[in-house]
């Protein structure tokens, strides 16, 4: 099962769940949650630094794209996987659908979006993490097409918890 959470519902989402993996998408000014019983190796915790300029953005972006794609690779789908960012809107729903992408390699990505915005509505996915997500993963443009044809979300300021099974 993949779980989409806020940084509010952490708690409620890891003693629920007891995912076996947790990616962390937070600022820098947010303290990174400790997931008691949960293996370091098994909690990809990404900060989201204030960059300065396009190049610095573009570049973290990037890195963050990068660490999401590898952590994703070394899970052998056993358990669950939990991604969580402050609000539960942006960053997690971004992160949540390059893992569906990558899980269900042979899904269009049309179909993974549209089944991540049925299950969370207010689904805003990062496009400069998709973009970069696209451009590794060579699904091209497939994944940013998937995003750029959204509609608007529906307003939260705060996402639920969101569950989604994803493909043995």
């Not at 000014?29 to 960059?51: C, I, R, T």
Request: proline letters at 6%.
């Amino acid at each position: 099962m993949l779980l989409i959470s806020s940084l509010e519902g952490i708690d409620a989402a890891w003693q629920t769940y007891q995912p076996k993996r947790v990616i962390s998408l937070l600022s820098e000014d947010e303290a990174m949650p400790s997931f008691k019983g949960l293996d370091a190796q098994a909690h990809l915790a990404l900060y989201v630094e204030k960059e300065s300029c396009a190049r610095t953005i573009s570049n973290a972006a990037k890195e963050r794209a990068r660490r999401i794609i590898s952590f994703v690779e070394e899970w052998d789908g056993d358990g669950d996987i939990l991604v969580h960012c402050n609000r539960g809107v942006s960053r997690s729903t971004a992160a949540a659908f390059v893992v569906m992408c990558m899980r269900e390699p042979h899904t269009h990505e049309a179909n993974l979006m549209k089944r991540l915005r049925t299950a969370a509505p207010h689904a805003d996915p990062c496009p400069l993490l998709v973009t970069y997500a696209d451009e590794i993963l060579g699904r091209d443009g497939a994944m940013i097409d998937a995003v750029d044809d959204l509609g608007p979300p529906c307003a939260a300021a705060k996402g639920p918890l969101t569950t989604l099974p994803l493909a043995a």
